[in-house]
């Protein structure tokens, strides 16, 4: 695990829409596209595995937390657990950067989503602060709600 190089951004694309493939066989689709380098290279935080990474998890900041705002592992590294070690390395991260906690949105009832982060100490939100209300009007808008419910997590540290 690792931050990522700026050489390595335009991979991080090709991670995403590889990841994206798992979803293909759900009946959900398509997906709006990966985030672009330029996302990424402002995001706060962006760990890799691999080299060339097979795996990344992009962070930012949410109401003066810290908020995972992508994880895609290449569908050809799935189950493996890299996901999980990229989930606990941003977390990581995250609390050495003095953060209380960790939030994200996920579809709500795909395994490897809200069950999969669920299982790894994320409790869902009800009451979403300002920024996650954004974040959630933004996804509707990009019409990830018409794919399947959404759901707002936070993870204490």
């Given amino acids: 695990m690792r931050a990522a190089t700026v050489a390595e951004l335009p991979l991080l694309v090709e991670v995403e829409l590889a990841a994206d493939r798992v979803f293909d066989g759900t009946g959900m689709g398509p997906l709006p596209p990966p985030g672009s380098v330029e996302e990424l290279a402002a995001a706060e935080c962006v760990l890799v595995v691999g080299d060339p990474p097979v795996g990344f998890a992009r962070l930012g900041r949410v109401d003066g937390q810290a908020h995972l705002e992508q994880l895609s592992v290449h569908s050809d590294h799935g189950g493996r657990g890299v996901g999980t070690a990229l989930l606990e390395a941003a977390c990581d991260w995250a609390a050495r950067s003095g953060y209380r906690a960790v939030t994200l949105t996920t579809f709500a009832e795909i395994a490897w989503?809200?069950?999969?982060?669920?299982?790894?100490?994320?409790?869902?939100?009800?009451?979403?602060?300002?920024?996650?209300?954004?974040?959630?009007?933004?996804?509707?808008?990009?019409?990830?709600?018409?794919?399947?419910?959404?759901?707002?997590?936070?993870?204490?540290?």
Avoid: K
């Fill in 113 to 157: 989503n809200g069950p999969f982060y669920e299982g790894r100490g994320f409790l869902p939100v009800t009451d979403l602060s300002p920024g996650l209300r954004e974040i959630r009007r933004h996804e509707a808008a990009l019409g990830l709600d018409d794919l399947g419910p959404r759901i707002a997590m936070r993870r204490p540290l």
